[in-house]
């Protein structure tokens, strides 16, 4: 940096560390003002014998007086730390220090009146000068320390030696005076170098400061972000999930319409045929009463034909096409008269439970094929405890909200909750997808149809209902039909959310 760059403006805070950075540097080797003592003890000695005792040693006392003030003077300024405010005090206490020392040596070049003999002016002249130059680089930190103290001893001796009008003399203090004037231009100029320094330092602790908040803040906003990112990549990941899952409903609704559009049609075709075909055997059966041989043949072809007739119907009611005779059904007395016969198709290893809502609300269904359904699903529970358990029947009402019915075909309102669970063997993820397609069975051949569930499902889908199933591999399946409330009040009594 060039010496007139110091003359650029500061901030005042910046001037104001500066400026204390400057006074640290006065007082940085306390140690160091003990040279004063060396070089005065030194100028004792060669003068020893030339001037008197008592003075020689009054004027050393004195010297030693003022340099252990000066120390004392520095161990109370770091003990202090002053700060900013301080740091102007300090520097004329040094300021003061100096000058004493100074005013010392101006003292000891008036030993030139009192010697005749030149040698000891001159040993005076050359202690004043070394001591000057050391003073100069010590105080060159404050300006006005360094300027007073070459003022005050290398002045002083320039204007004994140019008052005591000798040639050689006049000659020493016009040298002095130029080399008074040159420690002050010389301390001027360390004093620029020194501030420079100190600049520099200054700012190159704000800029790490800076540059560390810059840093900092980087690291912050390099946080947020990625928090941001991994916000907007989960809330992307939920939505596929939630879309994947929607798609996967729609589908599932869209090949069981498909199914049942199809079985629908079939059946109703078949069952169409069968009756043709039960009515003509009904015929043949009244002109054969005569011929046991021919009647037991009949009899098995009409057996057959029912039982044909049976399944179209099963399949009519997962299409939903099967004719329901609703009425206002009190669902609670319609589980508890199914009692004995349920109890009866369980067996003795399976216990029963009935946890039934005291005030239920009514539901518009078909009695008997709400009957069909809970017994199906008894069935299946009993196939799924080989070794027992318990199959318990909940009722109670809901509230389904739109919220609650987000993806589903039915309309959001009062419903009441029949739930049929056990604690069997459980379903897989894989079968729980499939467990309401027709003819889908995990049964062996010969012991189940795939058609339970099946015709479940359409039966309360077309009583305006809807199905859950909840289960899992090894802790039970829970079966929920919700059934649309008869009644027009709409009381809300439990608020549930369906899968």
Known sequence: MKLAETARPLDPATAAR????MVDNLYRFPLRVFANVINSGITVGVLWGALSTTLLLTWFGLACLVTLGRYGLSLAYRRAKPGVGASKRWAGFYMIGSCLAAALWGAASCTIWI???????VFVAFAVAGTCAAAT?????HLPTAHSFVVLAAGTLSVNLIIAAQALYVSMGVMGLLFTALLMAQARVSNRILRDTVLLKEENRALVADFSAARDGLEEKVRERTAELAATNAALEAEMGARQEAEGQLRQAQKMEAVGQLTGGIAHDFNNILGVVLGNLDLVALSLKTDDRQMALLRRAIEAAERGANLTHRLLAFSRRQTLVTEVTD???????LTALLQQALGDSIRLHLRQSADLWRSTVDPNQLEN????LAINARDAMPNGGELTIETKNVVLDAVALKDTDIRSGDYVLLAVGDTGTGMTQDVLERALEPFFTTKGVGKGTGLGLSMVYGFVKQSGGHVEIESALGRGTTVKLYLPRAAAVQTAEVTVAVA
């Open 331 to 337: 669902i609670n007395a319609l589980t508890t008269g």
């Open 137 to 141: 680089a010590m105080s060159n930190a």
């Open 373 to 376: 359904a809970i017994l199906n």
């Open 18 to 21: 500066v400026d204390v950075d």
């Open 115 to 121: 010697t005749p003999d030149i040698v000891y002016p």
